[in-house]
């Protein structure tokens, strides 16, 4: 009797998410929000997992807030109107724009320059290009990118992710990746470029290479710079290219690393996205080596070290608290 209590209650409240997901997606309509009524109705169990499932949004709205994931001032508009046509005085009304847009925050929705990339990798995809002139392009996990080949110059345009480039030589026709905002000019070489937004590394594995963005940095082998809307890097700093290259190996390497950016890794590799919805435990790095086969186990080892636990929400969103 206690385990079906249990089974229903879960159902329950994995329903009750389902709801939460679906009105905050952005694409709800009037009709959903009198079904949701209907539903809300039927009990008063139904009622208490809908609230809880509202209140669980709700603490995950300030850390989207923190980690960038919901512009507030773009959307404000679309969101109040949103508010007023689907939920009126429901709990869910009081979220506001943040809350609203955080189902379509969590790059779970490609960007205009992503969908418009020639190629594209999904999460833990990798794909190698062979161009024409016989240079090559390794892709890896969610990664777009157009070649824009022509007659003095070969670009590639990088919208999103990670690719490493081993350019065939061509005086005649210079080789350059551009990617927000910047540019990478290979002299004969070969280098990774990896955007994140509007942050974009560059790391030189062979030959050398010329970056610019407000400024300019020439890298050797084993050196890598990066750049922002901000500019460039004052100076490149050494790496090790087998760390920095492990994914080529199908493998993610972390010396020493703090939780967070051991989970933004991670969320690079696999769908969904995992979000750390409470004060990074302070002290608390992670050391290994990980097969991205078997990403599990590196959240797992993430959980031990943090004292965190999981709770798993629709959307393939994972909530660590």
Known sequence: MAKA?????????????????????GAATDADAWQLSAWRSRSPAHEAAYRDAVRLWHQLAPVANEQGLVDREQHRRRAVRRRRALVGGTALAASGAGLILLGKRLDLVPSPG??????????????????????????NTRTSLSV?????????????????????????RPFVVTAAGGETRALGTVFDVRRDGDEVSITCLEGKVRVQRIGSVDLEAAQQVAYSPAGLARSPRSVDPELATGWRRGVLVFRDEPIRRV?????????????????????????????LSRLDEALTQVERIGGLRRIALPGGILLLR
């Open 263 to 291: 989970l933004g890794e991670l969320n690079r590799y696999r769908p969904g996205r995992i979000i750390l919805a409470t004060a990074e435990p302070a002290g608390r790095h992670v050391s290994g080596v990980f097969h």
């Open 148 to 172: 824009r080949y022509g007659g003095v110059e070969r670009r590639i345009d990088l919208a999103d992710g990670e690719a490493i480039f081993t350019v065939r030589p061509d005086p005649a």
């Open 5 to 25: 209590r249990q089974h229903d209650d879960d159902g329950l409240r994995q329903e009750a998410h389902r709801w939460v997901v679906r009105l905050t997606s």
């Open 114 to 139: 992503v969908l418009a990339a020639w190629h594209r990798t999904s999460a833990g995809e990798q794909r190698r290009l062979a161009l024409e002139d016989g240079s090559v392009v390794e892709m």
